[in-house]
């Protein structure tokens, strides 16, 4: 059972506009939630978190909801860079149970010059 | 951000031997690591937790025996693929962190079996 969804394994957005990611989570145990961006052959590098405690953070260019309700989360990048182009992972975990991070299975994103 | 090492980047290795990947966080010490095989076009898969001095967590369908974890010391956690076969053949990354703290990844090893 996949506790962390990215339904989309891709998206193409133009240079300057905004990219939004999207993910959903099964697991209302998780109280930590990451995005990680990841270059072929290479690990995933930090972006953003957000605890549960919030709705919001913003980082620069990078601004990571989260809904608990509907157990949804999404990034936002404005405005898109060609240096954007990666694979984005979202990921959770339970940080006063275990730590594990679940990732999901990621989503490719492509910006258009 | 953190520095986690991993090495080797790259390693070829004969069917039936055995391999060994390091991975180091070189600026803090890590309370927690964790490793990951990544199937091409597929997600970060966890294959187990290891906590510094006790036995390492695994991940439902991972075999103890063939995906050995050692983590000796707070900055120093070592996967070794033993027996290995074509079908180990993937990408592995390594995690390390803090409790409370986001996760650093190494950059990864492609082990290829031939």
């Known amino acids: 059972d996949q506790q962390v969804k990215q339904n989309s394994p891709s998206l193409s957005v133009q240079e300057g506009r905004i990219s939004i990611l999207n993910c959903d989570y099964t697991n209302s145990m998780f109280d930590y939630f990451l995005w990680y961006k990841k270059y072929p052959a290479e690990g995933p590098t930090f972006l953003i978190s957000i605890s549960s405690i919030k709705d919001k953070n913003e980082d620069g260019r990078f601004t990571v909801f989260l809904n608990k309700s509907a157990k949804h989360l999404s990034l936002h990048i404005v405005p898109s860079q060609p240096g954007d182009s990666a694979v984005y992972f979202c990921a959770a975990s339970e940080r006063g149970r275990d730590d594990k991070i679940i990732f999901g299975k990621g989503t490719r994103l492509h910006i258009l010059p | 951000g953190a520095v986690v090492s991993q090495h080797p980047s790259r390693v070829i290795c004969k069917s039936g031997t055995s391999v060994k990947i390091e991975c180091r966080s070189l600026?803090?010490?890590?309370?927690?690591m964790f490793w990951y095989r990544q199937f091409p076009k597929q997600s970060l898969m966890l294959m187990a937790t290891?906590?510094?001095?006790?036995?390492?967590?695994?991940e439902q369908g991972v075999e103890k025996d063939k995906f050995l974890i050692n983590h000796a010391s707070l900055t120093l956690s070592t996967l070794t693929v033993t027996s290995a076969h074509p079908e180990d053949s993937s990408f592995y990354i390594c995690s390390a962190k803090l409790r409370n703290t986001e996760a650093f990844f190494g950059q990864g090893t492609r082990l290829t079996v031939v």
């Open positions: 290891s906590n510094e001095g006790s036995k390492a967590t695994y």
């Open positions: 600026d803090f010490q890590a309370t927690t």
